[in-house]
């Protein structure tokens, strides 16, 4: 154990990372997990580092990673590699990188709750910086973890200290999405979207604030809410669309949550051959598939190569030195396409009276 001063009276050198893992009696990996607060530390390590280190008095340097030098790296954290609006995120930030002296490092997450391991692998590469996309981590981490590398979060409605944000305006964009629908005569749409019960953090997640806007648009209207959550877009969309088709009743337009639902909700619709006016689909993202002119999917455009260019220039100025945290949020564009045209009169009148219907 160090004393605060040595035999000579002068002070004592400053305590070091690996004195505090030999007074704890664990490793040096160990210390630095309970400092950076990194996923997976069990409460009994924490209270045995915490402890070292009050009794050693030790400061983590901050000032390391300047003075270890730039690594010319800077880490990108992706939800999904599958998944085309997160690609034109990335391509966004490519294309504003490519005169820099940056090469990108890519962590994409195993499933739906490792953001915190994604992150820490760039952490523990000393990349200059970290762009997390959609990183499904509580804020409170995310803060913990931009006070240690230059930060900038991209898709979850933060309001940070220690990192920035770039966000698409949900509420704006479900409220095009069902302005366009009630304006092509639909009053029975369902929503379709992810289970805010699974997610990690449901306060700042984009798809509850979209089911929010969405119900109280339907409430407004006297007409009551139609919602379906999915874990699954694939398998369990078919499903859910395929029972849509089957009632007695069924509905004449969808709005999904994300791209991802929305195509495949349109699969079955060509399957059944139920045109645009009798079953509307309106999708969220424009991915690039979705203005094929083949498929022509009526979405909302949420600008994700400026998102991810935005977000690009924000870590530069970072990594520069600016503290300050700054918040952009980007106004969507709603894309009308082939796949949400105006409800077709048969069926508009069938939805007045269905009893009457031939």
Do not use: C
């Not at 990183?135 to 200290?161: F, I, K, T, Y």
């Amino acid at each position: 154990m160090l004393d605060n001063v040595s035999p000579t009276g002068s002070p004592a050198r400053a305590a070091t990372i690996e004195d505090v893992a030999q007074h704890a009696g664990v490793s040096r990996a160990a210390v630095s997990k309970v400092i950076r607060d990194a996923y997976g530390v069990s409460d009994r390590m924490r209270e045995r580092v915490t402890a070292s280190i009050a009794a050693l008095d030790y400061r983590p340097r901050v000032a390391a990673r300047a003075m270890r030098g730039s690594t010319a790296t800077i880490g990108v954290q992706l939800p999904q590699v599958d998944n085309q609006f997160f690609t034109r995120i990335l391509t966004g930030i490519v294309r504003s990188l490519h005169d820099s002296a940056y090469r990108l490092i890519i962590a994409p997450m195993a499933d739906p709750v490792s953001g915190p391991a994604a992150l820490e692998s760039l952490y523990d590469r000393q990349v200059d910086g970290i762009i997390a996309v959609a990183p499904a981590v509580p804020q409170s981490w995310l803060e913990g973890l931009g006070r240690r590398v230059p930060l900038v979060q991209v898709g979850q409605h933060d309001h940070s200290d220690h990192y920035d944000v770039v966000v698409g305006d949900d509420d704006a964009g479900a409220r095009l999405v069902m302005e366009h629908l009630f304006a092509a005569g639909h009053t029975r749409i369902v929503h379709v979207t992810n289970d805010e019960r699974i997610l990690v953090e449901p306060r700042t997640d984009p798809h509850p604030r979209r089911l929010r806007v969405y119900e109280q648009m339907m409430r407004d209207r006297g007409l009551e809410p139609d919602v379906i959550r999915v874990e699954s877009p694939d398998r369990d969309t078919r499903a859910t669309v395929e029972e849509l088709l089957d009632r007695s009743v069924p509905p004449t337009a969808l709005f999904a949550g994300h791209d991802s639902l929305a195509l495949a909700a349109l699969e079955v619709v060509a399957e059944r051959g139920v045109g645009a006016t009798e079953f509307a689909v309106v999708g969220y993202d424009d991915v690039p598939i979705a203005s094929h002119p083949l498929i022509g999917l009526s979405t909302v455009d949420q600008h994700g190569e400026e998102m991810g260019a935005t977000a690009a220039r924000l870590l530069l100025e970072r990594i520069s030195g600016r503290e300050g945290a700054v918040r952009r949020v980007f106004s969507p564009a709603l894309r009308r396409r082939a796949t949400s045209g105006p409800l077709a009169l048969a069926t508009s009148e069938a939805d007045e009276d269905p009893g009457e219907q031939p």
